[in-house]
């Protein structure tokens, strides 16, 4: 066999690529620039592109997506290279001869960032039409040093309503990984991966989008995130030829798993749905942050929103769905005294019968809860204590008694074999259709120009299932298409509207990817109510999403003990404060305390947005005691550290970035409780804390050097 190789260095990055003969392009290397020659690497065994075309399988019986028929006839034709900015693109060209696919791989990167964002794009330059029923985004053998994996590790994390980033480690080597079933005796591949996926369109409700594989002797990493609104796989699993090399395939639906496929006529082309993959040689908490600056990379900028604005929403263990006039005026004084800058009226506000779950829709607002005035002297009050206001939307969803069900026509709404698709009494709008997209831009043009609403909370309480077949070959098609315009709606929205801060719900955090983030300005992280559970999921958030987006619930109550109080804020400190709680009944002491908080984050949010996260303890388990969080700007590091229960003993910290420094610890909230006991070793890098009481308590702590 002979073969060539391409390198492409568009910065901070470093990607060889193997182009033999008689095989198909693959990945020989991918990691950080380096001024040393890239060795190529013999183990990368894994094709560039994984192509599953009905009536092709796979070369081997399995229901893994590392050894495609079609993909291992891929052929190199040619690579161009070209820039754009700060961006530089490798496109990459295969074909397949006895189908006629061609398959290009796109790789984007930033010259200073060590990630790249890739899609493949398949055209059927065949006679005959092809049916695709799966397309890789990315695949490539995984970061090992040699063809022995057993070090390897995968980080990945479990998700679900109000548990959300519950992160694991998973050793591949280990009784959770792959096992080793002695390959070469067999002349054959194991059947087994470990295959992550998601459902509809919670992108996700089960499992995060995001992961991490590890080398635990090199610290050689990738961390990837699939940017994709709707369903997704990814894979890792083994491949023999020749090695025992570890394979990492990501993409977006599939026939095996969302009865997704699509048919291409000759001359048509399918885009796959984009993933970004991080470089790093210190490992998961490496490759973490080079994700960091992925997502500042590619989202989208908004003049007010990366302000990051105090945002008082009504919702959370405060009125929950049940506003009203008389309420909402005192929480409106209540809010503004504390420094909140916008007030979001949230979910009821379009209610008058006390049933609103399978009647929304038409979002008006209701006359009975806001009566002398409507809703439009509530926002008065609001602008004249100096906030803007905001309001909790469901933009896609259409109640099964609401008067929208009757106005629009069927094709407007996701169906299945000729009868609308409904879930918990709700139907859904297929944004592919214009009066849907007509509908929703009306509702929102109305309360933008008729009201002045500034902020809009965007939710998603339900999910369709596999799709709608209307216009689809199966379902999943219908699905994807139906993500995809959806995201083209909400591009024109930010166009129309750009001073509009807009929020990504969705349940909590049930779809919380970067095809939604890379665009909205900030995401729920969670609808936990407990304030001692939220800190273990304010805590992982930042592995997830960038800081600055990561709306953490603060959620103080009146009668709360200080340090309680104290704790909840803390949540919210530990990325974008979201303030809530019943402020208005508050006494005035408790009152200042939330007020100091809020004033911490005006004065830390514009360091918190260019902040890298870091978990000096550890990704947080969902049960652990002490829970911790590093925002590292500069060389000032902030550390949000909460005892959930007993104490008070001491805490260790280390920070090894640090080390032989001399550091001024501060306490930067609270200020006005009782001080934790804290102590410096710049010897040996570590912070001793130890809190002033038992029981459940919280400290966000600033660490400058003082030389």
Known sequence: MTSRTIQWRPGSLDLVLERPEDAPARIARLGT?????????????????????????????NTRFTNTAAGSRLRFVDAVEQADGDWRELRVRQRDEVTGLEATSVFRARTDV????????????????????MVSSFASGAPAETADDGDLVLWRARADWCAEGRWAAIPLSGPDGLADINSELHQHDGRGALV??????????????????????????????????????????????????V????????????????????????????????????????????????????????????????????????????????????LIDAAAETGAEYFCVDA?????????????????PSTGRFPDGGLARVFDHIRAKGMRPGLWLEPEVVGVRSPVAAMLPDEAFLSRNGERVVEHGRYFLDLRHPSARKHLDEVVDRLVHDYGTGFFKLDYNVTPGPGTDRDALQPGEGLLQHNRAHLEWLDDLLGRHPEVIFENCASGAMRADYAMLSRLQLQSTSDQQDWRLYAAIAASAPATMLPEQAGNWAYPQPGMPAEALAFTMINGLAGRLYLSGHLDQMSPAERELVADGVAVHKRIRA?????????????????????????????????????????????????????????????????????????????????????????????????????
């Not at 049940?322 to 005192?330: A, K, Q, S, V």
């Not at 006991?677 to 029981?695: E, F, I, K, M, Y």
């Open 348 to 364: 009821g506000w379009y209610d008058d019968g006390g049933n609103w779950w399978d009647s929304v829709g038409e979002w008006r």
């Open 607 to 707: 360091e918190v947005a260019t902040a890298e996260p870091f978990w000096p303890l550890g990704l947080p388990a969902w049960s652990d005691d002490i829970v911790a969080l590093g925002l590292r700007t500069g060389d000032t590091v902030r550390l949000a550290v909460w005892q959930r229960d007993g104490g008070p003993h001491d805490i260790q910290v280390d920070l090894p970035g640090l080390r032989g420094r001399r550091l001024r610890v501060e306490t930067e909230y609270p200020a006005t409780l009782p001080g934790w006991q804290h102590r410096w070793d710049a010897s040996t890098a570590r912070l001793t804390v130890r809190p002033a009481v038992p029981g459940p308590s919280a400290r966000l702590l600033r660490l400058r050097p003082e030389n």
């Open 33 to 61: 620039a380096s001024p040393a020659p890239s060795p190529v690497d013999p183990f990368r065994v894994q094709p560039l592109v994984e192509l599953m075309v009905l009536g092709e399988g796979r070369r081997l019986s």
């Open 114 to 133: 060590p990630a790249l964002r890739a899609w493949t794009e398949v055209t059927n330059t065949g006679p005959a039409p092809r049916v695709l029923q």
């Open 196 to 245: 992550t996926v998601s459902k509809s369109t919670w992108s996700s409700g089960e499992y995060l989008p995001t992961g991490v594989l590890a080398s635990a002797s090199t610290g050689r990493a990738w961390g990837w995130q699939i940017e994709h609104n709707g369903a997704w796989r990814w894979e890792v699993d083994r491949r023999r030829d020749g090695a025992n090399a």
């Open 247 to 330: 394979s990492l395939v990501l993409s977006g639906p599939t026939d095996l798993d969302h009865q997704w496929s699509t048919r291409l006529l000759p001359g048509e082309r399918f885009v796959t749905v984009p993933v970004s993959v991080a470089v790093s040689d210190e490992g998961c908490q490496g490759a973490l942050a080079a994700l960091t600056r992925q997502r500042r990379a590619i989202r989208r900028a908004h003049p007010t929103g990366d302000a990051l604005p105090v945002i008082f929403n009504d919702y959370m263990n405060t009125l929950m769905g049940d506003p009203t006039t008389e309420r909402l005026l005192p």
